[in-house]
């Protein structure tokens, strides 16, 4: 038979990890968006008189709506951090785990928002 304890632990441990999670992922969001910006900083003022027409109010609410859908992909690092905290024979390791996870989905985005702009924006702008 269980103790009250036991049981109490167990159901508070999912919310310690998704806890543990939020508090890592959000600082680093900010730092996430910011290299996205400079991926886009980078194209704007590399090919500066050709992006100059785009800059009108249908061209800024699609960029929000990127810049939305861009945070909603930061998420997906949830769905690999939680279990991996449940695992407790990856503890110590998942701690060091998590910034190559945030370089490697970092990185990649950069790699897409660049991908986009270079392949579905940039040859359209007239």
Do not use: K
């Amino acid at each position: 038979m269980e103790s009250q304890g036991e049981v109490q632990s167990a159901s508070t441990q999912p919310r310690s990890h998704l806890r543990n999670a939020i508090r890592y992922w959000e600082r680093r969001r900010i730092f996430y968006n910011v290299a996205l910006a400079g991926v886009v900083l980078v194209w704007l003022l590399g090919t500066w008189p050709h992006f100059r027409p785009a800059f009108h109010l249908q061209a800024l609410l699609l960029l929000i709506v990127l810049a939305l859908v861009a945070n909603a992909c930061y998420c997906a690092a949830y769905l690999v951090d939680i279990p991996a905290q449940a695992w407790s024979f990856t503890a110590e390791w998942w701690q060091r785990g998590r910034l190559g996870l945030w370089l490697v989905g970092t990185l990649f985005a950069a790699l897409l928002a660049n991908y986009w702009i270079a392949d579905e924006i940039y040859p359209f702008v007239r």
